[in-house]
């Protein structure tokens, strides 16, 4: 099992940008894919963008393309989430979670571990 946990969430006006840290322990994560979830006000929680093992891909959601990047520093265990022009519409709880696959997924039950998460909160 591996541990998460999220950091960089806070309070943003729109058109701004914040970067999300997730750092892991315990099972090393280098060959699993992880991902970035979000659960806004009064709504599900959402799949937003997933990276492979080693980098290979990434699978994004179309609210975010081109404005959210995915990457991973495996010599340091943590994955980081840019978010760049962020919409009120993004606020949400963000969660980082790790795959039990190698490949770059949308599909929250390919996730088997999670964070606590971390808000963020983006204001008109």
């Known amino acids: 099992q591996v541990q998460l946990v999220e950091s960089g969430g806070g309070l943003v006006q729109a058109g701004g940008s914040l970067r999300l840290s997730c750092a892991a322990s315990g099972r090393t994560f280098t060959a699993y894919a992880v991902g970035w979830f979000r659960q806004g006000p009064g709504k599900e929680r959402e799949f937003v963008v997933s990276i492979g093992g080693r980098g290979r891909s990434t699978v994004s959601a179309d609210s975010v393309k081109g404005r959210f990047t995915i990457s991973r520093d495996d010599a340091k265990n943590t994955v980081y989430l840019q978010m760049n022009n962020l919409k009120p519409e993004d606020t949400a709880v963000y969660y980082c979670?790790?795959?039990?696959?190698?490949?770059?997924?949308?599909?929250?039950?390919?996730?088997?571990?999670w964070g606590q998460g971390t808000q963020v909160t983006v204001s008109s």
């Open positions: 979670a790790a795959s039990n696959y190698a490949f770059a997924t949308r599909t929250e039950t390919d996730f088997g571990s």
